[in-house]
């Protein structure tokens, strides 16, 4: 008996050791990895590699160093990542059934690269719809394959991307023109229908968490928003980030991936704006916070194919001694714009073709009022017209003989006309001495036909009697 006891106890601890071992221990399993990787290429046509496998039937399938290539409209895609972490429920494994619960990605390196366009926007054709499935690697299973017509190709409860980089990169450059870093990801239900193409079969939603997104010289911090994926669109709503200039909100973005190149619509807002920030006032700068509201569509990545429209409402404030006012305090000679107060007011513009585009409008302050319209180029140079309405008395132009101010002259006040031209941070202004010109010329027109009108009536009175 007590013999039996020991071969029981005995056996025990073995089959406990086998359990452990099967269960809990990693095992290197290259064969049935490369299977894996060799059917979700198929299904998905991505080309997947990985350099190293580890089996746990509790927990899944790990695999290192992971690599897929894959081509999408307007470019390719690739991704390097540490690890990836496929994990399984146990009891449908021990049916006999591989049902994924979860993948877990960690630091993933996803760069998109997009063909270099060299034909202007203008001439290049309309951009036709993904092809079917009749080539490219995108292509699923044909119908009455045995993967058609069986629900899902994959599905998968969860997927997590952490600590991931996000880069987009035209063919040939050296550096990514956009670069998000510190990328969560939790996508939630995800499904890889039967479609022609893996991008339009794919459908999931959840979460999207960014910890710096690097464009250009502006870097954004603090992103947070829902994404969701479904018939070849990618769709993100309710996306905050906090900029320099201020929160910004991507009230909507919807990009219809079906597309080569891809095009998308925007709708974002920016409140409160750091005005000061944007139109180079400086950080004492005395301008009231403005609210942006913008709407957008266009295709690929070239910011030249998108065109929208959007407002700023400025709040009420002071104007700055920034380079755009005191250079116009140089030209007028004897005003003084700095510190003066403004009354709030709402600008509207357009975006095409790279350039900002002013819609007219008139900024009113204590002292004088100024028209303003004009263009601000994203790489920096601007064109500018101001009309600058003001006392007579507070003007005194190099060049400009004071006959012509006392033709413009309209009950104690002139408008001058003044462009801008460079930058805002280094401005060229003068004062726009063709279109003065043409004012005294009216003005003097004006007065002759005055002097004309007088004398007749002169001649006309004592001809009559009058």
């Keep these: 008996m007590k013999k039996a006891l020991w071969i029981g106890g005995g056996l025990a601890v073995v089959f406990l050791a086998l359990l452990v071992m099967v269960f809990l221990v990693d095992f290197d399993a290259p064969r049935l990895?490369?299977?894996?990787?060799a059917e979700v290429s198929a299904r998905s046509g991505m080309q997947i590699e990985a350099t190293g496998f580890r089996l746990n039937l509790s927990r899944g399938l790990r695999m290192d160093g992971v690599r897929f290539a894959s081509e999408v409209p307007g470019g390719g895609l690739t991704m390097e990542a540490a690890s990836l972490l496929a994990e399984h429920r146990l009891l449908p494994l021990l049916r006999g059934r591989v049902e994924i619960e979860r993948i877990v990605l960690d630091a993933?390196?996803?760069?998109?690269?997009?063909?270099?366009?060299?034909?202007?926007?203008?001439?290049?054709?309309?951009?036709?719809?993904v092809p079917s499935a009749g080539g490219g690697l995108n292509k699923a299973p044909a119908a009455g394959s045995p993967a058609a017509g069986k629900g899902?190709?994959?599905?998968?409860?969860?997927?997590?991307?952490?600590?991931?980089?996000?880069a987009t990169r035209v063919e040939g450059a050296p550096a990514p023109d956009v670069e998000i870093r510190g990328l969560e990801i939790e996508l939630r239900d995800l499904a890889l229908?039967?479609?022609?193409?893996?991008?339009?079969?794919?459908?999931?939603?959840?979460?999207?968490?960014?910890?710096?997104?690097?464009?250009?010289?502006?870097?954004?911090?603090?992103?947070?928003?829902?994404?969701?994926?479904?018939?070849?669109?990618?769709?993100?709503?309710?996306?905050?980030?906090?900029?320099p200039q201020g929160r910004f909100l991507l009230g909507e973005f919807d990009a219809d991936l079906n597309r080569d190149p891809f095009a998308y619509r925007?709708?974002?807002?920016?409140?409160?704006?750091?005005?000061?920030?944007?139109?180079?006032?400086?950080?004492g700068g005395g301008f009231g916070p403005g609210v942006v509201s913008f709407r957008a569509t266009g295709t690929g990545t070239e910011t030249r194919d998108m065109a929208g429209e959007g407002t700023l409402a400025l709040a009420a404030g002071?104007?700055?001694?920034?380079?755009?006012?005191v250079g116009i305090e140089a030209v007028l000679g004897r005003a003084k714009l700095q510190g003066s107060a403004y009354q709030p007011l709402t600008v509207a513009f357009q975006i095409r073709d790279d350039r900002l585009h002013l819609e007219?409008?008139?900024?009113?302050?204590?002292?004088?009022?100024?028209?303003?319209?004009?263009w601000a180029d994203v790489a920096g140079p601007v064109d500018l017209r101001l009309a600058v309405r003001t006392p007579r008395d507070a003007v005194a132009l190099a060049g400009v003989s004071s006959d012509v101010l006392d033709l413009i002259d309209d009950g104690g006040w002139v408008?001058?006309?003044?462009?801008?031209?460079?930058?805002?941070?280094?401005?060229?202004?003068?004062?726009?001495?063709?279109?003065?010109?043409?004012?005294?010329?009216?003005?003097?027109?004006?007065?002759?036909?005055?002097q004309v009108e007088k004398g007749v009536s002169r001649v006309l009175g004592k001809l009559f009697g009058h």
């Design 108 to 129: 993933p390196r996803i760069e998109l690269v997009t063909a270099a366009e060299t034909a202007p926007a203008a001439a290049r054709p309309a951009a036709p719809a």
């Design 266 to 283: 925007v709708s974002l807002g920016v409140d409160p704006l750091d005005t000061n920030a944007v139109l180079a006032a400086g950080a």
């Design 193 to 243: 229908e039967d479609a022609p193409s893996a991008v339009q079969g794919l459908r999931a939603g959840g979460d999207l968490r960014t910890g710096e997104i690097a464009l250009g010289g502006l870097t954004a911090t603090e992103g947070r928003g829902k994404l969701r994926l479904a018939d070849g669109h990618f769709r993100l709503d309710d996306f905050g980030l906090k900029l």
């Design 360 to 374: 007219p409008f008139e900024l009113r302050t204590s002292l004088l009022s100024m028209g303003v319209s004009g």
């Design 318 to 325: 002071t104007l700055p001694a920034s380079p755009l006012f």
């Design 415 to 450: 408008t001058i006309p003044v462009r801008v031209v460079g930058t805002l941070e280094a401005p060229k202004v003068t004062a726009d001495r063709d279109a003065l010109v043409a004012l005294g010329r009216r003005a003097a027109g004006r007065v002759v036909r005055q």
């Design 152 to 166: 899902p190709l994959l599905a998968v409860d969860r997927i997590l991307v952490r600590q991931g980089t996000l």
């Design 33 to 37: 990895g490369q299977a894996v990787l």
